[in-house]
Nanobody, 120 residues
Framework: VQLQASGGGLVQSGGSLRLSCAASGSILRVNKLGWYRQPPGKQREMVATITSDGNTAYADSVKGRFAISRDNTRNAVYLQMDGLKPQDTGVYYC???????????????WGQGTQVTVSS
């Protein structure tokens, strides 16, 4: 299944954004989905994950500010981001977690992602 993130933009510090991730097929068979981000000049990092039964996990840096959700009927995953900070700036992606095939170890494509820029 291919996943494409959208909904990024430029926002002031303290503002909010809601990112969406659309899947090309059913996400029912994908147990755990995740949002990731790559800050400028840094490595990609996991931001939040959600399992098929709704269990969530977050990076310490976003706990209490971000909320991940999924809609299996719409084959979509969302990331509500509140209280945004300049350090949240980066390109955001969605992908299964972990981001590789468990049988072949082949990495999943990351797609173009969506740019989030938080101004101070």
């Amino acid at each position: 299944v291919q996943l494409q993130a959208s909904g990024g933009g430029l926002v002031q510090s303290g503002g909010s954004l809601r990112l969406s991730c659309a899947a090309s097929g059913s996400i029912l068979r994908v147990n755990k989905l995740g949002w990731y981000r790559q800050p400028p000049g840094k490595q990609r990092e996991m931001v939040a994950t959600i399992t098929s039964d709704g269990n969530t996990a977050y990076a310490d840096s976003v706990k209490g500010r971000f909320a991940i959700s999924r809609d299996n009927t719409r084959n979509a995953v969302y990331l509500q981001m509140d209280g945004l900070k300049p350090q949240d700036t980066g390109v955001y992606y969605c992908n299964p977690y972990p981001p590789w095939d468990s049988k072949t170890w082949a990495p999943y494509s990351w797609g173009q992602g969506t740019q989030v820029t938080v101004s101070s």
